[in-house]
């Protein structure tokens, strides 16, 4: 393969929805440049993308994939990202590094959630979008009414390059704009295609079309405005030589029609990536932080070294594989380079261009270009890497917070021990994916953006690092309190022969508001128990407020106040004053009507107005509460208060009511009651899961 620069290389990610076709856009891509005799298949499991034995099994991309191509000579770095929002990482991570976005919307199902989150994350990044109608070969396709949907979303200046000529079942040819042509391809699915010029109807719509993107091309510069204006129009060359600059400044939004099962379109697309598209001369400039917190820029032309890491991955045949972006200077196999996140230097082993699972070992990439390098010892995703005349840090991908969690349970003592490091190793490759063992629950909680995730995460614990686990519904941190007061006068009593234990304590407790935790004091007078005793007491306490003395919680919002006692002059001693001062406090406890708090989460979730109904009706049997309604373009925001009981798997169950068009985000909000008739089921529960442990 050539050795391009950075004018000739094109970055680009593949997004959008799930199930709206990209992978096999990007088969249709490498048939059409020469890499594949013939696409691969989802079902069959030998696409380019979905190579990895998780994707074979769901049949469904779950990792970011690179794949390299060359297309009139340019250099084509794409990557396919998964749509579904449990793997939300991988399109965020590849968004970070590249120099557009390609959306690729369903033409049957239109404009969905999982765009809509594209766009606003490019929005973000400040890189030009691009959208591709795709499975326009399929019934019931809608490409006009997409079209218009993507307007309301998106702006007026979403414009279509290309149209279907004859949508459906039968689709072969498109309208392209630019060209005032009708192209047609061939049905063998090579992607190859004859054109011949617009008549009657057509050329009367592409005419009409053809003077709009004249009209939005001439304002992006203001010498080609006035010259518009002058002559009332602009030339064929001036049209092309300010298209890519008015992609740029977002004057337009080009929109591609296309099939990719059929290979109809995609070389055209393929065809204004070349020509037009963005490549890392438009961002010749990054922002960056020195090392002491300062600003920095990085600049493409800038002969030191700095590139940014975006995804890692462990592969048993050669260890850690790290994927990065060069954003100035070369990458030399065999040099060194500084990791200025972590202070290490790092030795570049062997350099590849990747094309999914297949890797061209080369010697260097320079500015601008993407390629990986194995055997980093302590780079992870989210690192830059620097000569060490030029360190800086890169901004990191901001994840949004986990919203599932699950719980592993080892099978066994060997499984338990290797579980902290497959898990370590699953989260440097997945910033989403987090995990702690919670000692109050006696769990490994795992959490993420959704149940496949986690469950995906399981089956590589078992795969790859051979540890057998059982991915289950996680406990729920109940607490326990009082409704009232209580008190009670304990005595602790022990003679056994030798030296004796003596203690009594006098206690009361009562109630305190939400959030004010355990509170002791003492109000002894006089010199019946020696002040040398209250930590004794207060020790005893917390020991059982940790236990529970109500169905084994443990206990919050609680005042207790030690106020009188006894002692022995012999007897009386530290364990002694403990063990009554837990007593004290477990009956005075139970007299002042205890009763559990259960965790209740704020959920947010996003849904189009015709799924609302089903989500509120969800809520409800969730034990849910309805605190408003907010919109977001032609979306709908629920805010509703749900025990965090209630939620398990509830990103599942959203997505199967909502037809995989809701998200949702979720946060701890505070404690509640749980209402008394559940206390009890509540309460054996957990004694049986104490029994098991």
């Known amino acids: 393969m050539k050795d391009y620069r950075a004018p000739e290389i094109r970055n680009f990610a593949v997004t959008g929805h799930a199930g709206t076709g990209k992978t096999l856009l990007c088969e249709a891509m490498l048939v059409c440049v020469g890499k594949l005799s013939r696409p691969g298949s989802i079902e069959q499991g030998n696409t380019a993308s979905d190579f990895h034995p998780d994707e074979k099994e769901h049949q469904q991309s779950i990792h970011a994939t690179v794949l390299t191509e060359e297309w009139l000579g340019r250099e084509l770095n794409l990557i396919d990202c998964p749509g579904t929002p449990d793997f939300i990482s991988e399109p965020l991570s590849a968004l970070r590094v590249a120099d557009s976005a390609m959306i690729v919307i369903s033409g049957v199902n239109g404009v969905e959630t999982g765009a809509d989150e594209i766009w606003a994350a490019a929005a973000d990044y400040r890189i030009p979008r691009f959208l591709v109608i795709n499975q326009l070969d399929r019934e019931r396709t809608r490409f006009d009414e997409i079209l218009e949907e993507a307007r309301d979303h998106y702006g007026a200046r979403v414009f279509p390059m290309t149209l279907p000529v004859d949508a459906g079942p039968g689709f072969s040819s498109v309208l392209d704009v630019m060209r005032s042509e009708v192209i047609t391809f061939a049905g063998d699915g090579s992607g190859s295609y004859v054109e011949k010029p617009a008549e009657g109807e057509l050329k009367e719509q592409v005419t009409r079309l053809h003077r709009q993107l ?68 438009d961002r010749s400039t990054v922002e960056a932080g020195a090392l002491d917190g300062g600003p920095e820029t990085v600049a493409l032309d800038d002969s030191r070294t700095v590139a940014f890491v975006f995804k890692t991955m462990h592969e048993a045949h050669v260890g850690n594989l790290s994927f990065f972006r060069v954003y100035s200077g070369d990458v030399v196999t065999g040099s060194e380079l500084v990791n200025a996140n972590r202070g290490e230097t790092e030795r570049i082993g062997q350099l590849y261009r990747v094309n999914g699972a297949a890797r061209e070992p080369v010697a260097s990439l320079h500015a601008g270009d993407i390629g990986a390098v194995v055997k980093l010892r302590a780079t992870r995703a989210g690192d830059t890497l620097c000569a060490a005349a030029r360190q800086v840090v890169l901004p990191v991908v901001e994840f949004p917070p986990p919203n599932t969690r699950g719980a592993l349970v080892a099978k066994s003592r060997a499984d338990l021990n290797k579980l902290g490091e497959g898990l370590s190793l699953l989260r440097e490759e997945d910033p989403t994916f987090d995990y702690h063992f919670d000692p109050e629950l006696g769990q490994t909680i795992v959490s993420g953006q959704g149940w496949l995730q986690l469950q995906i995460m399981a089956e590589e614990l078992k795969r790859r690092f051979n540890v057998d686990v059982e991915l289950c519904r996680p406990r729920v941190s109940y607490r326990a309190t009082i409704s009232g007061r209580g008190e009670s006068k304990h005595r602790h009593k022990k003679q056994t022969g030798g030296a004796g234990q003596f203690a009594e304590v006098w206690m009361r407790i009562e109630s305190l508001p939400a959030e004010s935790g355990l509170v002791f004091t003492q109000s002894l007078v006089g010199s019946n128990v020696d002040r040398v005793f209250v930590p004794s007491v207060e020790k005893g306490v917390q020991a059982a407020c940790a236990a529970g003395p109500h169905g084994g919680f443990p206990v919050t919002d609680v005042k207790v106040d030690f106020y009188d006692g006894k002692q022995h002059p012999v007897d009386s001693k530290d364990i002694a004053f403990q063990i009554a001062g837990k007593a004290a406090f477990n009956e005075a406890f139970m007299m002042a009507r205890p009763k559990l708090l259960e965790p209740v989460m704020e959920l947010r979730v996003k849904v189009p107005s015709d799924a609302v109904g089903s989500v509120l009706a969800d809520l409800s049997g969730r034990r849910g509460r309805i605190m408003g309604m907010e919109t977001e373009g032609r979306f709908e925001v629920v805010v509703a208060h749900v025990p965090q009981a209630e939620l398990y798997q509830y990103s599942s169950q959203l997505r199967a009511i909502t037809a995989g068009r809701g998200r949702h985000r979720e946060r701890f909000e505070r404690y509640e009651d749980l209402p008394r008739e559940l206390e009890a089921a509540v309460i054996a529960e957990h004694g049986r899961k104490a029994e098991e442990d």
């Open 214 to 281: 004249i009209d939005m091309v001439a304002e992006s510069e203001d010498a080609l405005l006035e010259k518009f204006f002058e002559e009332g129009t602009l030339t064929e060359e001036d049209l092309r030589a300010h298209v890519h600059e008015a992609v740029q400044k977002g004057l337009v939004v080009p929109v591609f029609a296309a099939s990719a099962t059929k290979n109809t379109g995609v070389s055209r697309i393929l065809d204004f990536i070349a020509k037009y598209g963005s490549s890392p001369v």
